[in-house]
């Protein structure tokens, strides 16, 4: 069965500094991935995603990630965060399993400390 | 292009009773999913209805159900509502395809009392 391991549920971190969030996930078949980011009392929206070509992807606020099929990851990195990136951070799959299933891993909360 | 919308943002129900909750998807987005989210358990997937059909479902009670509409719009239902039920749940849209993004709503807050 296919599964997606976030596995810090919190990560705190000072201004200015580097972060990464890790993601790693569990699948026989070929998955598409995504990071998703929800800032308080809001919806999920796309931060990034890979579906193929360069496994280095970036978003437009200066997160990137990167497709490690060997080692079944896809970690999120910001080389200096701020104070405006706190939020939960989602890493999912879409996998083709018969019809194509979406599936969220457990989520890693960012607190940026001043 | 309207994003996802979802009615009513904030609901307080009591135990037992039933609760409807909307969700009206972006503009040619046939696929519509549903999911709870609480501090506990985090995100969980409900089910996914594509062209009126359920396609994928989690692994909640009968309780939870949902359908959609010919004009793709869906609404889920949550009957004999416990103390657990309360959360935020949130839907999202898509075009078919599972390379496409998921757009979501801002959520329904349900609080049970």
């Known amino acids: 069965a296919q599964s997606v391991t976030q596995l810090d549920s919190q990560v705190p971190v000072f201004e200015e500094a580097p972060v990464e969030l890790r993601c790693n996930y569990s699948?026989?078949?070929?998955?598409?991935l995504f990071w998703y980011v929800q800032y308080p009392n809001q919806g999920l929206q796309l931060l990034l995603k890979?579906?193929?070509?360069?496994?280095l992807v970036e978003s437009i606020n200066g997160f990137e990630a990167e497709f490690n099929k060997s080692q079944t990851s896809f970690h999120l990195r910001k080389p200096s965060v701020h104070i405006s990136d706190t939020a939960e951070y989602f890493c999912?799959?879409?996998?083709?399993?018969?019809?194509?299933?979406?599936?969220f891993g457990t989520g890693t909360r960012l607190k940026v400390l001043a | 292009k309207a994003g996802v919308t979802q009615t009513p943002r904030y609901l307080i129900k009591t135990r037992g009773q039933q609760v409807t909750l909307s969700c009206s998807p972006i503009s040619g987005h046939r696929s519509v999913s549903w999911y709870q989210q609480t501090p506990g358990q985090g995100l969980q997937f409900l089910f996914e209805y594509f062209s009126e059909t359920q396609r994928n479902k989690g692994n909640f009670p009968g309780r939870f159900s949902g359908r959609q509409f010919s004009n793709s719009r869906s609404e889920m239902n949550v009957s004999t509502l416990e103390l657990g039920d309360s959360a935020l749940y949130l839907c999202?849209?898509?075009?078919?395809?599972?390379?496409?993004?998921?757009?979501f709503g801002p959520g329904t807050r349900l609080t049970v009392l």
């Open positions: 699948s026989s078949v070929s998955v598409y």
């Open positions: 890979y579906l193929s070509g360069s496994t």
């Open positions: 999912a799959v879409s996998v083709l399993s018969g019809t194509y299933k979406y599936i």
């Open positions: 999202a849209s898509s075009l078919e395809g599972p390379n496409n993004e998921q757009f």
